[in-house]
T-cell receptor, first 112, second 110 residues
Framework: DAGITQSPRHKVTETGTPVTLRCHQT?????MYWYRQDPGHGLRLIHY???????DKGEVSDGYSVSRSKTEDFLLTLESATSSQTSVYFC???????????FGQGTRLTVV | QKEVEQDPGPLSVPEGAIVSLNCTYS??????FMWYRQYSRKGPELLMY????GNKEDGRFTAQVDKSSKYISLFIRDSQPSDSATYLC??????????FGGGTRVLVKP
């Protein structure tokens, strides 16, 4: 599993509140990704990072921001949570060799 | 049009049958190809990865890549009820852009 840990695993929050999800890896891989998974939509890329302080937007980045101040941590922030952001969020890394990707166990977020 | 197309299924087969899964893609820059299995409420689990055209075998699983046709396949031999899951294809292009198919739901009936 490439030593990927997501926290929290479950969260319920109210509309309009900020939420931060954390992805932590132990193997110093350069590329890290945040996806959301919803029924009928599969895995959609939110943001990704190709190094410390180097990030870029994915296909569904509106309403989300990310930060990567250390190689091992990639944070996803919902600035003001909305019900449409209720989803399961997955963090992934690509091995430095660029050959395979591994996922964390996911964070189930419910916005009420 | 999506870069990676995958039939959503569901695909229902009897136990012991061969499961055949496919993805097509449009971006010729994809270099690495992967298959994931995902059980309900779990994260995707890497099953196979390959980077060249041809076949790669691992136990009951065979991954096939045809870059000229932009087509990849996964075959599961001697399928078991525990193989019931959603199977996702994924591809990596230069710059490590990781793109997924929508997933195929597979049901293996005892």
């Amino acid at each position: 599993d490439a030593g990927i840990t997501q926290s929290p695993r479950h969260k319920v929050t109210e509309t309009g509140t900020p939420v931060t999800l954390r992805c932590h890896q132990t193997e110093n891989h350069r590329y890290m990704y945040w996806y959301r998974q919803d029924p009928g939509h599969g895995l959609r890329l939110i943001h990704y990072s190709y190094g410390v302080k180097d990030t870029d937007k994915g296909e569904v980045s509106d309403g989300y921001s990310v930060s990567r101040s250390k190689t091992e941590d990639f944070l996803l922030t919902l600035e003001s949570a909305t019900s449409s952001q209720t989803s399961v969020y997955f963090c992934a890394i690509i091995r430095t060799e660029g050959t395979e990707a591994f996922f964390g166990q996911g964070t189930r977020l419910t916005v009420v | 049009q999506k870069e990676v197309e995958q039939d959503p299924g569901p695909l229902s087969v009897p136990e012991g049958a061969i499961v055949s899964l496919n993805c097509t893609y449009s971006n010729s820059a994809f270099q690495y190809f992967m298959w994931y299995r995902q059980y309900s409420r779990k994260g995707p689990e890497l099953l196979m990865y390959t980077y060249s055209s041809g076949n790669k075998e691992d136990g009951r699983f065979t991954a096939q890549v045809d870059k000229s046709s932009k087509y990849i396949s996964l075959f599961i031999r001697d399928s078991q009820p525990s193989d019931s899951a959603t199977y996702l294809c994924a591809m990596i292009a230069a710059g490590n852009k990781l793109t997924f198919g929508g997933g195929t739901r597979v049901l293996v009936k005892p």
